[in-house]
């Protein structure tokens, strides 16, 4: 990391990052589409006929699965609850063989030390892709297996292919390579499809700097300064790379059992058909905007204009413009909750218009609120007076403004990291999407290295300020859609029992 690049992210830590101005959640009352059947069948046949210019498969799966057994490593020397009950119920956990735990009654100490530690099966350093998630009849299936699954139903090219990209960790490549040559073959003839695999790595590039207690660089024992991946909002350079138009974005622990799976297809189609219903009306408004006021040729020059068709003092003010400027702008409050700031005159205003339509596109799944966690939708007002729907998580909402906790109080549904995007402009070239990133909307998380508290700087997330400069849709989708493994022990619910 250069000196020039440490300093403005150590000025980072001293400033912070900025409030965001939060006028109220997304809700179905404003904010969140709730389809009817018949608009979802309507959605789903509009994502079977379209054109489209590649299909792609993305799943986060970097890092290990330690956090996944944090209560499991808690309960290595003394029981605990959840070393109790992985114990009690280890013959309904698919990784679970008489040759690595013994028979039952299993001990709860040496269950969690034969399931963690590399002399047993060494889960607790493996990541949750390659890890043994659910048992079927004949096989049993790692999280990175299901994807492959699903990936079949909903994500096929035209030729019959289906493009997964994973991200991994560089230490990690050989277990998901083992992983993949383990199914790919027998999947490929089972379901009748090619399977193109690419794993991809965050670059270190966007590693940031860490500091101590007093705000100072933080050192390795070695007396080295700490750098450390920015969080997932670094993804957003490895998405930049597909060459994809459509992209279905979920993470690697989100999957179910193959029964209950077909639910997951039904509401992705249906995200893919409006991202796609999205990018054509888009597209129509772009190229008729562009029509009557040639910006695509010249934003300046208007010499070469016919007479009849503009007003000479102001060739964005002829009637045709203007009824569709008030189309777009009806369009874009209503549909992306998207209100523009009042604009000097005609041509700003048709400038202003084109410039929001001409962004990348997302569809958000959004579920409504049980309990579990996840960022949240919400309404939010720009630095340039615009509105903007936004997925908001804890940290980016300010206590101490009564407005925006009352805003949080007020929400109804969280996000899941369940998108479809739609990456290429109007004219089919792919948008360059770090420029879409705002910058203002990072993280200072609290986080440990050697048993030392530390305070880490994470780039925008991902689905979160990485996105801010995006069109955006959130739908409500079943809760049924959202099966996340956080915990081993969560593989002991029914949707992840065959």
Not at 51 to 59: A, D, M, P, Q, S
Not at 361 to 372: D, L, S
Not at 406 to 427: G, Q, S
């Amino acid at each position: 990391m250069d000196k020039i690049t440490m300093k403005a992210q150590l000025e980072r830590f001293r400033k912070g990052f900025p409030w965001l101005d939060i006028i109220a959640p997304a809700t179905p009352a404003r904010g969140i589409e709730v389809l009817t059947e018949a608009q979802q069948d309507a959605a789903i046949r509009y994502a079977d006929k379209a054109e489209v210019h590649g299909r792609c498969k993305f799943v986060p799966a970097s890092g290990a699965a330690s956090r996944m057994f944090k209560d499991i490593f808690a309960g290595l020397e003394t029981p605990n609850a959840a070393t109790e009950q992985l114990a009690a119920h280890l013959n309904y956990f698919p990784f679970y063989t008489p040759e690595v735990f013994g028979t039952a009654p299993f001990d709860p100490v040496k269950t969690a030390r034969r399931l963690l530690a590399d002399e047993g099966l060494g889960y607790g350093s493996k990541p949750k892709g390659v890890l043994k998630f659910h048992r079927y009849p004949d096989e049993t299936r790692t999280a990175l297996a299901e994807h492959f699954v699903e990936g079949q139903a909903y994500m096929r090219n035209a030729d019959g292919s289906v493009d997964l990209v994973v991200t991994i960790s560089p230490e990690h490549r050989a277990l998901f390579e083992a992983a993949v040559k383990e199914i790919q073959a027998t999947y490929e003839q089972r379901y009748g499809v090619k399977y193109n695999i690419k794993f991809t790595y965050q670059s270190k590039d966007t590693d940031t700097v860490a500091v101590d207690a007093d705000g100072n660089p933080f050192r390795k024992d070695d007396g080295e300064i700490l750098t450390r991946p920015a969080g997932h909002g670094a993804l957003i350079y490895n998405l930049n790379e597909l060459d994809a138009e459509l992209v279905s974005i979920k993470n690697i622990d989100n999957v179910c059992v193959e029964r209950m799976q077909p639910l997951t297809y039904r509401w992705k189609k249906i995200l893919m058909g409006r991202a796609l219903e999205l990018r054509d009306r888009i597209r129509g408004y772009i190229f008729a905007l562009d029509q009557l006021t040639e910006m695509r040729r010249s934003m300046n020059d208007f010499s070469y204009i016919p007479a009849y068709k503009m007003n000479l003092d102001d060739p964005f003010a002829t009637p045709e413009c203007q009824e569709l400027c008030n189309e777009i702008e009806t369009f874009l409050r209503d549909e992306l909750c998207i209100e523009i700031p009042e604009p000097k005159d005609s041509r700003d205003r048709a400038e202003l218009l084109r410039a929001k339509l001409d962004r990348p596109i997302r569809v958000c799944g959004m579920v409504k609120n049980e309990g579990e966690p996840g960022g949240g939708p919400f309404i939010i007002r720009d630095k340039d007076g615009s509105t903007s729907l936004q997925i908001l998580e804890g940290a980016q909402i300010n206590p101490d403004d009564p407005k925006a906790v009352a805003a949080l109080k007020a929400a109804t549904h969280f996000n899941p990291v369940d998108l479809v995007c739609a990456i290429r402009d109007y004219e089919g070239k792919p948008f360059d999407l770090p420029k879409y990133v705002d910058p203002q909307t990072g993280f200072i998380s609290n986080k440990s290295k050697d048993g030392k508290e530390l305070l880490a700087l994470e780039l925008p997330g991902l689905w979160n300020g990485a996105m801010s400069r995006w069109n955006t849709i959130f739908v409500e989708v079943p809760v049924s859609t959202f099966n996340p493994v956080k915990t081993v022990n969560d593989l002991l619910r029914e949707q992840h029992q065959a």
